[in-house]
């Protein structure tokens, strides 16, 4: 079974400087998709930024880009020039070429500092 | 943008009381999903259904969970007599393909078992 791990309980970033959030993942799987996702106050999961095991590149979204290692099976995801909107918990997550059902990492909780 | 629609948004029930957690997926979604997450915890897969019935489901989905499509529009979550353990978030997703592509989650209905 696939499993993902965020050894980071808790961060906290200045406004407007860069952080990383580390994630690592197991898998016997080639193919896979890994993500993040926030989930703020109101509960609700919002998708980040996603990318495809297959592709070497790595994933960006604005202020949003991913350190995608695959030999590693590591995942970690950098915020740069922070703002007070992305307080939130932050969820790393694996989903198999074969499967229907996303794995969660038990989540990193960012406080944004002014 | 379509949404995933959850009601309520906060359900309170004594112990030993069924509850129905009700979702609306998007219009032309096939694939429906259900996640648990308890307070402080990582959001965990629960069951997926597609073609009115369960496509699999988690060793958390036991005997006292279930699920139904009553109608074209909702899908719901039925508990049959909750537990203190059963409180937490539940998350509703649907899909339109039998992958991650689409896949959208709605906002969560808390769930508190007193």
């Known amino acids: 079974a696939q499993t993902v791990t965020q050894s980071q309980p808790e961060m906290s970033v200045q406004e407007a400087e860069t952080v990383t959030l580390s994630c690592t993942y197991d898998?016997?799987?080639?193919?896979?998709?890994l993500f993040w996702y926030k989930q703020p106050p109101s509960r609700q999961m919002i998708l980040v930024i996603r990318?495809?095991?297959?592709?070497?590149q790595n994933a960006t979204e604005n202020r949003f880009s991913v350190n995608f290692q695959k030999a590693a099976k590591s995942f970690s995801l950098k915020i740069s020039d922070s703002q007070l909107g992305d307080a939130a918990m932050y969820f790393c997550a694996y989903f198999g070429n074969y499967g229907q059902n996303f794995v969660f990492g038990p989540g990193t909780r960012l406080s944004v500092l002014p | 943008e379509p949404e995933v629609t959850q009601t309520p948004s906060h359900q309170v029930t004594q112990m030993g009381q069924e509850v129905i957690l009700r979702c609306v997926p998007i219009s032309n979604h096939l694939y429906f999903y259900w996640y648990r997450q308890i307070l402080g915890q990582k959001v965990e897969f629960l069951v997926s259904f597609y073609n009115n019935e369960i496509s699999e489901k988690s060793e958390i989905f036991d005997d006292q969970f279930s699920v139904e499509r009553p109608d074209g529009s909702n899908f719901t979550l039925k508990i049959r007599s909750t537990k203190l353990e059963d409180s937490a978030m539940y998350f509703c997703?649907?899909?339109?393909?039998?992958?991650?592509?689409?896949?959208?989650f709605g906002s969560g209905t808390r769930l508190t078992v007193v």
């Open positions: 990318q495809e095991a297959y592709k070497q």
């Open positions: 997703a649907s899909s339109a393909q039998d992958s991650h592509y689409g896949y959208t």
């Open positions: 898998t016997s799987e080639s193919d896979y998709y």
